[in-house]
């Protein structure tokens, strides 16, 4: 990955501090998205394997991009803004994670390594192996300083809360604003959109609108719904809302609940998936639309309408594409010259990505070489926060993941919960709009 030469200044030029190395940062930026631009893909390593990793998902969905930030340990680099001169520690690495003596473990137990029956029954070994495992377990250090005390907790109450501000929530908050009916609707991100914003432009999808164009306070930005409770004064949202002051949790009463939260960036099984240089699709796009960062050769696997417009997103911004596997095909009439139906996937590198090989349908093995291997896939419904509001979950065969049943407007079982856009029906963000706004039509009879 690399800042493209074309690249609009997105913000002041500054620099941060990785294990006693500036690395050049844009300010506000995801401090991930700084550290590969700068040839920094190694992040930290995995818990037991001590295998290297790198950002895939930029959506704080995986654990892959976990550092040491200005002491504080496990914290999201995908999602946190870069400052001048924040310090930076890569984890679960001795001495270095580019030099990593525990890595040794990947070559001693190529098979696999069971931790928890390794010396059982064998006297004094399994006393040892015991300890040993207590000592290597955990992700990253303990703070060595007491972290700033949260804000003073608030409590809130309105008719209708929405969790997430991409396609599906932003249609439902007009619809309701359009009718006069007090709301708030929770984003995680510091931008609205969602994919509409940074993912691969799609025909007929809806504007972004301002924050300007709903009513004044009733959209809150960096607010991570943790979870959807029960208490004697009745349900709630429970809201970590990142304010300039500090953090601060909001518990949040509402009589309808309409989750838009949209899915989880999945990835592909094939050998090596998880080197650093594998990005999820939605992740490649959002740096490149949001950040003007890409990688220099890229190939792309998965299937669905996504993985072809990201292809011809990249190659209109001078990436140079290496290989298209599609999974399952048929290919689109506008498929990229490169592009073929195919299989056998493996990624090549020590440190990250060199290459991928595959299969084509009908043809012999082949082996490009890459800086990034881009993995496009439609995403898995983010159905948690549905299923402990008490909607039903079930697992979709065709589809193979799990999702919320609900009917055409939304509705689950239960009454006062309702899901619009990918987290209900994987589809196109025009898809997602439209379910938002059916949903909100619904959740309005018998609201008083």
Same mark, same amino acid.
């Given at each position: 990955?690399?800042?493209l030469?074309?690249?609009?200044?997105?913000?002041?030029?500054?620099?941060?501090?990785?294990?006693?190395?500036?690395?050049?940062?844009?300010e506000?930026?995801p401090?991930?998205?700084?550290?590969?631009?700068?040839?920094?893909?190694?992040?930290?390593?995995?818990?037991?394997?001590?295998?290297?990793?790198?950002?895939?998902?930029?959506?704080?969905?995986?654990?892959?991009?976990?550092?040491?930030?200005?002491? !504080?340990?496990?914290?999201?680099?995908?999602r946190t803004p870069?400052?001048?001169?924040?310090?930076?520690?890569?984890?679960?690495?001795?001495?270095?994670?580019?030099?990593?003596?525990?890595?040794?473990? @990947?070559?001693?137990?190529?098979?696999?390594l069971?931790?928890h029956?390794?010396?059982?029954?064998?006297?004094?070994?399994?006393?040892?192996m015991?300890?040993?495992?207590?000592? !290597?377990?955990?992700l990253?250090?303990l703070?060595?300083?007491p972290?700033?005390?949260?804000?003073p907790?608030?409590?809130?109450?309105?008719?209708?809360?929405?969790? $997430?501000?991409?396609?599906?929530?932003?249609?439902?908050?007009?619809?309701?604003?359009?009718?006069?009916?007090?709301?708030?609707?929770?984003?995680?991100?510091?931008?609205?959109?969602?994919r509409?914003?940074?993912?691969?432009p799609?025909?007929?999808?809806?504007?972004?609108?301002?924050?300007?164009?709903?009513?004044?306070?009733?959209?809150?930005?960096r607010?991570?719904?943790?979870?959807?409770?029960?208490?004697?004064?009745g349900?709630y949202?429970?809201?970590?809302?990142q304010?300039?002051? $500090?953090?601060?949790?909001?518990?949040?009463?509402?009589?309808?609940?309409?989750?838009?939260?949209?899915g989880?960036?999945?990835?592909?099984?094939?050998?090596?998936?998880?080197?650093?240089?594998?990005?999820?699709?939605?992740?490649?796009?959002?740096?490149?639309?949001?950040?003007d960062?890409?990688?220099?050769?890229?190939?792309?696997?998965?299937?669905?309408?996504?993985?072809?417009?990201?292809?011809?997103?990249?190659?209109?911004?001078g990436v140079?594409?290496a290989?298209?596997?599609?999974?399952?095909?048929?290919?689109?009439?506008?498929?990229?010259?490169?592009?073929?139906?195919?299989?056998?996937l493996?990624?090549?590198?020590?440190?990250?990505?060199?290459?991928?090989?595959f299969?084509?349908?009908?043809?012999?093995k082949?082996?490009?070489s890459?800086?990034?291997?881009?993995?496009?896939?439609?995403?898995?419904? $983010?159905?948690?926060?549905?299923r402990?509001?008490?909607a039903?979950?079930?697992? @979709?065969?065709?589809?193979g993941?799990?999702r919320?049943?609900?009917d055409?407007?939304?509705?689950?079982?239960?009454?006062?919960?309702?899901?619009? $856009? @990918?987290?209900?029906?994987?589809?196109?963000?025009?898809?997602?709009?439209?379910?938002?706004?059916?949903a909100a039509?619904?959740?309005?009879?018998?609201?008083?």
């Open positions: 990955m690399r800042r030469p074309d690249a609009t200044p997105r913000g002041r030029a500054i620099t941060v501090d990785l294990e006693g190395e500036s690395i050049p940062a844009i506000g930026e401090v991930a998205c700084s550290l590969i631009a700068a040839g920094e893909n190694v992040l930290s390593r995995s818990v037991k394997y001590h295998r290297p990793r790198g950002p895939f998902c930029f959506a704080a969905a995986c654990s892959h991009c976990l550092m040491r930030v200005d002491g !504080l340990p496990n914290v999201y680099t995908c870069a400052k001048e001169g924040m310090r930076l520690e890569r984890q679960n690495a001795y001495p270095s994670a580019k030099v990593d003596i525990f890595e040794t473990i @990947d070559w001693f137990f190529p098979k696999r069971d931790h029956e390794m010396f059982a029954g064998v006297p004094v070994a399994e006393d040892v015991a300890r040993v495992a207590r000592q !290597l377990a955990g990253g250090l703070p060595q300083e972290g700033p005390p949260p804000l907790p608030r409590t809130l109450h309105v008719p209708v809360a929405i969790v $997430g501000g991409g396609a599906a929530g932003l249609e439902a908050a007009r619809v309701l604003a359009g009718k006069g009916v007090p709301f708030l609707l929770f984003e995680r991100d510091a931008t609205l959109g969602g509409l914003a940074h993912g691969a799609e025909d007929g999808a809806p504007f972004v609108p301002e924050p300007t164009a709903f009513p004044q306070g009733s959209v809150v930005r607010a991570t719904v943790i979870g959807l409770y029960d208490d004697e004064h349900r949202l429970a809201v970590v809302s304010e300039p002051e $500090g953090v601060r949790l909001l518990k949040v009463y509402a009589k309808r609940f309409l989750l838009a939260v949209g989880h960036p999945p990835t592909l099984p094939f050998e090596n998936n998880d080197l650093p240089g594998v990005y999820a699709g939605r992740a490649a796009s959002l740096l490149l639309r949001r950040h960062v890409a990688p220099e050769v890229a190939a792309l696997v998965g299937h669905g309408p996504e993985l072809h417009a990201l292809v011809h997103l990249l190659a209109q911004r140079e594409i290989a298209v596997v599609d999974l399952k095909g048929p290919l689109p009439a506008n498929a990229h010259p490169k592009a073929c139906v195919g299989d056998g493996k990624a090549h590198g020590l440190r990250g990505v060199g290459a991928l090989s299969t084509p349908q009908g043809g012999r082949q082996k490009v890459c800086d990034a291997i881009i993995v496009s896939v439609p995403v898995t419904p $983010g159905f948690e926060l549905a402990q509001g008490g039903k979950v079930a697992f @979709d065969e065709g589809a993941h799990f919320v049943e609900a055409a407007d939304g509705r689950t079982q239960s009454p006062d919960v309702f899901v619009a $856009g @990918d987290v209900a029906h994987a589809g196109t963000a025009k898809d997602a709009a439209a379910m938002g706004q059916r039509q619904a959740l309005l009879g018998g609201l008083s």
